[in-house]
C-alpha cells in the first residue's frame, strides 16, 4: 500500500513539472490572450510589422511564406502542376481548388453558373437598366455604378474602387510594385493590360490576339 502511494505521488510531481515545463516555453498574447511558443511571430497579426521586404518590387509581407510566394509573381515560376492536365499554380491551394474540375468535386451551384458561360444563359437582370448578367456577383458588381458605391478603399490615399482589380492596380502606384515583365526585354509593368500591349510591339502577328503573360 505504501508502494502504491508513493508511486502516485510521484506521478503527481511528474506532472506537476511537466505542466511547468510547458507555460514555461509559453507566452501569453496581451491582445488576444491565446498562449504560443513563438509570441513573436503571432504578435504580427496585432500590429502593422511587415519584417520580410521583397528586394525587387520593396513590398513588406508579415510572414516569409507570404513573401516566397510573392516572389513567385516576378519570376513567373509556377511549382505546382496539375497531372490531368498541362495546368500550372503558383500556389499549392490553387491547384488543390482546381483538381476538383478533375475529380468533380466543385459544388453544385458553381457548376450551374459555369455552364451558362456555354449556354449564353443571363437570368440576373439589373433593375436599374435591364442589362442581364451571367452570375449573381456579376450583377452585385454592375450594380455599383447605379448606387455609387465604391467599397474598396486605397490604404495610402482617399481613393476608392468599385472593384478589387482595380484597387490593386492603383495601389502599385503607390509601391511601385510592377509584378509583370516582358520576358523578352525584361521591362516591368504594373498592370496586365499595359503589360500584353507592350508585349505584341515585339511581335506585330499578336496584335488581335489575347497574350499569355
Known amino acids: 500500500m505504501k508502494v502504491q502511494e508513493e508511486s502516485e505521488e510521484l506521478n503527481e510531481m511528474e506532472n506537476k513539472h511537466q505542466i511547468?515545463?510547458?507555460?514555461?516555453?509559453?507566452?501569453?498574447?496581451?491582445q488576444c490572450g491565446k498562449s504560443?511558443?513563438?509570441?513573436?511571430?503571432?504578435?504580427?497579426?496585432?500590429t502593422e510589422e511587415k519584417p520580410f521586404t521583397c528586394d525587387?518590387?520593396?513590398?513588406s509581407f508579415k510572414w516569409s511564406n507570404s513573401l516566397r510566394v510573392h516572389k513567385l509573381i516576378h519570376s513567373g515560376e509556377k511549382p505546382f502542376d496539375c497531372d490531368q492536365c498541362d495546368k500550372k499554380f503558383v500556389k499549392e491551394s490553387d491547384l488543390k481548388d482546381h483538381m476538383k474540375v478533375?475529380?468533380?468535386?466543385?459544388?453544385?451551384?458553381?457548376?450551374?453558373?459555369?455552364?451558362?458561360?456555354?449556354?449564353?444563359?443571363?437570368?440576373?437582370?439589373?433593375?436599374?437598366?435591364?442589362?442581364?448578367?451571367t452570375t449573381a456577383t456579376q450583377l452585385k458588381?454592375?450594380?455599383?455604378?447605379?448606387?455609387?458605391?465604391?467599397?474598396?478603399?486605397?490604404?495610402?490615399c482617399e481613393k476608392s474602387f468599385k472593384q478589387l482589380g482595380g484597387l490593386q492596380g492603383h495601389e502599385r502606384i503607390h509601391t511601385g510594385e510592377k509584378?509583370?515583365?516582358?520576358?523578352?526585354?525584361?521591362?516591368?509593368?504594373?498592370?496586365?493590360?499595359?503589360?500584353?500591349?507592350?508585349?505584341?510591339?515585339?511581335?506585330?502577328?499578336?496584335?488581335?490576339?489575347?497574350?499569355?503573360?
Open 56 to 59: 525587387q518590387c520593396g513590398k
Open 179 to 213: 509584378p509583370y515583365q516582358c520576358h523578352q526585354c525584361g521591362k516591368r509593368f504594373g498592370h496586365s493590360k499595359v503589360a500584353r500591349i507592350h508585349k505584341k510591339k515585339h511581335c506585330p502577328k499578336l496584335n488581335g490576339m489575347s497574350v499569355q503573360l
Open 102 to 133: 478533375h475529380t468533380k468535386e466543385k459544388p453544385y451551384g458553381q457548376f450551374k453558373d459555369h455552364e451558362k458561360i456555354h449556354t449564353g444563359l443571363k437570368e440576373y437582370l439589373c433593375s436599374d437598366c435591364g442589362k442581364a448578367f
Open 141 to 156: 458588381v454592375h450594380r455599383r455604378i447605379h448606387t455609387g458605391e465604391r467599397p474598396y478603399k486605397c490604404s495610402y
Open 20 to 30: 511547468q515545463a510547458e507555460a514555461k516555453t509559453s507566452f501569453t498574447c496581451p
Open 36 to 46: 504560443y511558443k513563438n509570441l513573436k511571430i503571432h504578435m504580427q497579426i496585432h
